[in-house]
């Protein structure tokens, strides 16, 4: 799954949030030794520029930065991973790499995928017969496929491609019985979307004529629940052990924190909100459909007709803690933004992936360990203690703090207890008056 380069490398980096914005940068570029343009890319003098965003959507008028951390500590199939992650809400990057750290005591998270396969759907209407014509189109199965493959001669040339064709009958829709036409298609490396699309397109025509039906919609889904991501974890209890929280109590109220996901709707629709946290988050960075793997993660977990949790949390015979996580995970490492973006493209360097299936591994890894951070805080001493603190920051930027002042100002507000911007904005009002020379520095430098 990795460069060999990077297999002897440790992603255990203690310390590495205390170091000076410049320090990360040179130990993650030196982890995955960037090139100095790729290293511009992480300082921001280089990436994704107007010019080249005004070739990418349509009405470019500016840009839209987010903050790209780095989660440490994660092994992921017995390999170290640096992860990037693109996200704007504290803890996050935090917490995933604080429970990559608990994770690693138990010998890190081992994950396995499915095969890139996507579904694309043909809607067929106007059919006199919908059980009879399914069986025409079953029976034309291989003249379908080798139509698909003709679309990407390339794609088949590296061993993806048509794999099947499924047939379902809609007897009750509000726009009558309908056939559904799913091309089961082996994407690779790509999500697939442009590929899928176009060799629905190419169907279209065949299956009217075997049909004697109307093809309406042709297109992929985003339900990619032939695409699957599976990740699994074992944690020693002792390594769960903190303050006065002993390793079991901790355990015992992880599993009862996600029993209670498991059972309610509304809790688990903020639970595997916090999965997504982790997965969208490398998904951003990256340079993929955060949007496609948001629909597909919820519809997935509402596939028995109830809306549960993406995780399970249990006890195994020796009392550790095992997690395991199931979700369709679309992503590519070729196509699309990943290829145009400069950013998404160092951040794939980084994780040093050479296929899609180990970048849904990574990611799924990451949305599990983000489950676990969650629920752990949740269990013992509530979310929102550390939350907050990382947030102060954000707090006293908001009212106007720059430079030594953030940091003065976050602490002194996170200590009292009082994060909101009118206590923020009295301190920060406080620490100008005592120190004047600073107010005029800053005069001077807004003048200049």
């Known amino acids: 799954m990795q460069n060999t380069d990077t297999m002897t490398k ?5 310390g590495f949030y205390k170091l000076s914005l410049e320090e990360r940068i040179e130990r993650v570029s030196q982890w995955a030794e960037l090139t100095q343009d790729e290293i511009l890319v992480l300082r921001g003098a280089a990436g994704l520029d107007p010019a080249r965003a005004d070739q990418m959507i349509e009405n470019v008028v500016s840009l839209h930065g987010l903050p790209l951390g ?26 995933a790499s604080f429970a990559a750290k608990l994770v690693r005591a138990g010998g890190g998270f081992r994950a396995i995928t499915t095969a890139p396969e996507m579904i694309g759907q043909l809607q067929v209407l106007d059919v006199a017969d ?13 003249e379908l496929l080798a139509l698909a493959d003709a679309t990407d001669p390339v794609i088949v040339k590296l061993g993806g491609g048509a794999r099947d064709l499924d047939v ?23 999500m697939g979307a442009n590929a899928v699309n176009t060799a629905c397109e190419a169907l279209a025509s065949r299956v009217e ?23 699994r974890c074992t944690v020693p209890v002792e390594a769960l052990a903190f303050g006065d929280f002993s390793g079991g109590q901790v355990a015992q109220g ?9 059972g309610d709707p509304y809790r688990a629709t903020t639970h595997n909100k916090g999965i997504m946290n982790g997965v969208d988050a490398v998904v951003i960075a990256t340079g993929n459909d955060w949007r496609a793997i948001e629909a597909g993660a919820h519809a997935y977990a509402a596939r028995s007709g109830r809306y549960t949790s993406l995780s399970t949390w249990a006890r195994d015979a020796e009392e550790r803690l095992v997690g395991t996580l199931e979700m369709p995970l679309a992503v590519g490492i070729v196509g699309g933004a ?30 599990l360990a983000q489950n676990l951070a969650a629920l752990r ?55 100008r008056r005592e120190d004047p020379a600073s107010s005029i520095k800053r005069r001077m430098t807004k003048d200049e």
Do not use: Y
């Open 377 to 431: 805080a949740l269990a013992t001493e509530g979310i929102q203690r550390g939350h907050m603190r990382l947030h102060a920051r954000q707090v006293a930027i908001a009212v106007g703090a720059t430079g030594d002042e953030v940091a003065q100002v976050a602490a002194r507000i996170a200590v009292e207890g009082h994060i909101r911007p009118d206590r923020a904005e009295a301190i920060l009002t406080q620490l």
């Open 130 to 142: 919908p059980w009879s014509t399914r069986f025409d189109l079953l029976a034309a199965r291989d």
């Open 254 to 262: 992880i599993v009862e924190a996600w029993a209670f996901a498991a």
């Open 10 to 14: 440790s992603s255990r980096l203690a």
């Open 338 to 367: 990943t290829r145009v973006h400069p950013t998404a493209q160092v951040a794939l360097k980084i994780l040093g992936v050479r296929t899609a299936c180990a970048l849904a591994e990574i990611t799924a890894a990451v949305g």
């Open 70 to 95: 780095i989660a440490t500590n994660f092994i992921v199939n017995g390999h170290d991973v640096l992860v990037p992650m693109a996200i704007e809400e504290p803890s996050v990057v935090a917490g």
């Open 209 to 231: 004529a075997l049909t004697g039906g109307r093809v309406v919609l042709r297109i992929l889904s985003n339900l990619a629940d032939r695409r699957l991501a599976r990740v």
């Open 168 to 190: 379902r009958v809609l007897e009750q829709t509000p726009a009558g019985p309908m056939l559904v036409a799913h091309l089961i298609f082996d994407c690779r490396d790509a």
